[in-house]
């Protein structure tokens, strides 16, 4: 029985630190904020960051557990993917689906139920989702003209250097 038992502990522990050797979802980089949305007020900006920034800019926190496979491996998905879809530090380049983030997040598809447990900052209130679903419809504006309608929105270079 303990020989069993043994087994039944081991087996799993092992094959653990096996999948920590799997190379995927230790790519934690944040490349250089290249342009942010001119947003409508810093409180929209300051919701932003903390229900969407995490996935969808070049501004990722990357937590302990993200060196944590199989964790690591989801997390690194989620942020490739985010910012693909949308990355507010790239508004120098058309955003396809920023028209899409606000119906997400009032639709609670946005930010993932598995991402609040250990975000509650990015749990908003019914009044914080609509005034940050205002703010991303008026954003979204300029993303499909690759931030053509840059108003002063953040940059993360010199306005000489963004030409």
């Known amino acids: 029985m303990k020989k069993v038992l043994r ?5 799993p522990l092992v094959a653990f630190g096996f999948i920590q050797l799997v190379p995927y979802g230790r790519d934690h980089t944040n490349p250089a904020v290249r342009r942010e949305p001119a947003w409508p007020s810093p409180r929209v900006r300051e919701l932003a960051v903390r229900a969407c920034f995490d996935c969808h800019s070049n501004e990722s ?4 557990y993200s060196n944590v496979a199989p964790i690591s491996w ?22 396809r689906h920023a028209r899409e983030a606000s119906e997400e997040l009032m639709d609670g598809e946005m930010p993932p139920a598995l991402y609040l447990p250990l975000h509650a900052e990015a749990r908003l209130s019914d009044a914080e989702k609509a005034e940050l679903r205002t703010g991303l419809d008026a954003v979204a504006v300029s993303a ?12 993360g270079k010199d306005d000489d250097q963004d030409k």
């Open 7 to 11: 087994r039944i502990v081991s087996v």
């Open 61 to 64: 926190r990357w937590p302990w």
């Open 74 to 95: 989801l997390i690194q998905k989620d942020v490739v993917d985010g910012r693909r879809h949308l990355n507010f530090s790239e508004w120098d380049r058309p955003q």
């Open 144 to 155: 499909i003209r690759g931030g053509s309608d840059d108003r002063g929105g953040r940059s």
